[in-house]
């Protein structure tokens, strides 16, 4: 492998790292590549047909590439309700979310993860509970929605639009039953092209306009489904369309570059996006940056590397977003199958990031962090000489802080475990020896004096947050800090009610928006 530039040619705009965000949203709903691109070309020329405004335009745009992002966010929660989250998001475009063929649709999935003895009673309990549970699931994807929107620097009126994601034009959707022209105009627009574009690619045009029909006056805007169908033909992008190319065409802004501090901010959003999919990673990428950096200036690579180092850590799991979390949640063996599936998440990083011309150098050293010396790391091979210093430190950081968290496979290892297992595998050809010794230079430090933390917490509020944020129980908390349950509880709901949140998706987000996750230095 070459040497790895900070950035490839120049400096790129936000909207190529929007588009290549949407392409990682793609992976986790479960549809091709470019799902969400098209799916923003249909609403921006139903936009241009209808007269939209440019308020509602940006909307429509920005909504149109990022409509689901907040879905991920609740990967774990999806997951155990209905077992296979991205298998069932899929599905779910087939059907209006009403009536028999979406009751139908809920009863195939709903705890098909569990065993026959509880599957039964965890059905009957959603067939009670389903308004309620459904209900709690996207108000926790609006409030990461809007919150990842904010991060990501787009507008105030886009953050609030994302909002109504799953709202209905009839009033019988979530999370507020919004409906009709309380709806904004432009996410009209995308709730029609998201669903539009599924449909036209599987069964056509013919297809297209029957769906968008048979849901109007519900799910759709009348008006918007009437335009749709007149003008069907001037609304679908051509199948051998540069779609990545259009989008980023019709973007605000489409000519500003970035600074070098928007794409840090940037890529570390995108970073934080990713490690919400799992409760046990949260946090997990902003570690590894840092940890890569701090190791590869020790080392002597100059700042453009170290840079690199910092941006790949950052964004090296966008390809996670293609893994079911049954997967990763697994505490049994992995099949062969499920085993083929993890080892291809660092190539979808790589062939994500690799559409950004400016990322490819952090592109290829982002695909490489699961390479090892000996060649037995994937998806690669690469072995010896085709790893240069920046992928053996970047792989050696990942190594070091998956270790350092828990997982359903495995322990959380202290810092002088994790330390052994990673001189182990020097020892054995996998991992480098002074890239191994530098990351552990760089995570041996005390932890930094502590200081006022956000919101009113307390020192052990601050513990107990790092730990709900990652999935564990009022149980596991006490279990963990050597506390009674009761005592974890009382911690829990005052945390919760300090940062006026109601579920550990809000949690997580909070913390990681005030940096209080993540395991730099041992304590």
């Not at 039964?120 to 108000?139: N, P, Q, Y």
């Amino acid at each position: 492998m070459v040497d790895v530039p900070s950035v490839g040619a120049g400096r790129p705009r936000r909207s190529e790292l929007l588009a290549a965000l949407s392409l990682a949203i793609d992976l986790g709903l479960g549809q091709p590549q470019e799902h969400m691109l098209r799916s923003c070309l249909i609403a921006m020329k139903l936009a241009d047909l209808v007269g939209a405004d440019a308020v509602e335009r940006e909307t429509a745009y920005y909504g149109g590439l990022l409509a689901w992002i907040g879905c991920h966010a609740d990967s774990q929660e999806f997951a155990e309700l209905f077992g296979n989250d991205i298998e069932f998001r899929a599905a779910s475009y087939e059907v209006d979310w009403r009536g028999p063929p979406f009751a139908s649709l809920l009863l195939r999935y709903v705890g098909s993860n569990r065993p026959l003895t509880t599957h039964t009673a965890r059905l009957a309990s959603f067939v009670v509970h389903a308004r309620a549970e459904m209900s709690e699931l996207i108000s926790s994807h609006c409030q990461s929605a809007g919150n990842l929107a904010g991060r990501l620097g787009l507008p105030e009126q886009v953050s609030r639009g994302l909002t109504y994601t799953f709202e209905r034009w009839d009033g019988s959707g979530l999370p507020t039953g919004a409906e009709g022209a309380q709806i904004p105009l432009g996410m009209r627009l995308v709730h029609l092209a998201d669903v539009a574009e599924v449909h036209l690619r599987s069964g056509g045009v013919d297809a297209v306009v029957a769906m968008a029909r048979a849901r109007s006056g519900t799910q759709f805007d009348p008006a918007l489904v009437s335009v749709f169908c007149e003008h069907v033909g001037e609304l679908l992008p051509l199948v051998d369309d540069d779609v990545w190319q259009l989008a980023i065409q019709l973007a605000p802004e489409s000519d500003r570059l970035l600074t070098d501090g928007e794409l840090d901010v940037l890529l570390e959003a995108m970073g934080d996006f990713v490690d919400l999919k799992s409760p046990w990673t949260v946090g997990h990428s902003r570690v590894v940056a840092e940890l890569a950096a701090h190791a590869g200036a020790s080392l002597g690579l100059d700042d453009s590397q170290v840079r690199a180092l910092r941006r790949a850590g950052h964004v090296h799991d966008l390809g996670r977003m293609g893994v079911p979390n049954r997967v990763w949640g697994k505490t049994s063996a992995l099949s062969t199958a499920e085993q083929e599936h993890v080892r291809l998440h660092p190539y979808l990083t790589q062939r994500i990031l690799n559409r950004v011309d400016a990322l490819r150098g952090i592109a290829q050293l982002a695909g490489a962090h699961h390479e090892r010396l000996d060649g037995s790391g994937y998806p690669q091979g690469a072995s010896g000489a085709e790893l240069r210093l920046p992928e053996r430190v970047l792989a050696a950081a990942d190594a070091y802080q998956s270790l350092r968290e828990a997982s359903p496979r495995g322990r959380m290892h202290g810092p002088e475990e994790a330390a052994a297992v990673l001189r182990k595998e020097v020892q054995e050809g996998r991992l480098d020896g002074p890239a191994v010794e530098a990351i552990l230079a760089a995570a041996g430090h005390g932890r930094p004096a502590r200081g006022s933390w956000p919101a009113g917490l307390t020192d052990r509020e601050v513990d107990v947050l790092r730990l709900i944020a990652r999935g564990y129980s009022a149980v596991g908390v006490a279990a963990e800090l050597h506390i009674a349950p009761k005592t974890a509880r009382n911690h829990v709901e005052h945390i919760y009610a300090k940062l006026n949140t109601s579920n550990r998706t809000g949690a997580a987000l909070f913390a990681l928006t005030h940096g209080l996750v993540g395991v730099l230095r041992p304590d």
